[in-house]
């Protein structure tokens, strides 16, 4: 009988997302909060909207500014990829060889 196994890995993640989230909202060490909030920032966008949960509820200061940099990072990161994809066809074109075939007759 096979099992199945679509989605499990994303489960598995989101479970440890929803957990890293919690300990960032909830937990009396400072220095663990500081640790989840820096293992979400290393999720990507699978992080971002739990980082801004934490943002919004969390009054000390200093794991506020700890979200909003892991939050500056993930944007920055993507925005970076984003302009990468980008100009990745216009090196392509730029770098094309013009040939008689390419010129007007």
Known sequence: MLHNTVGRSDTSEFKEIWKLKEIAKWDDDPGAKKTAISELSTRGESGLSSLEEILA???????RKACIDAIKAIREKNDKSAAERKEEPEKAESSKELSL???PP
């Open 57 to 63: 509820v969390t009054a000390h200061e200093e794991i």
């Open 101 to 103: 075939a390419d010129l």
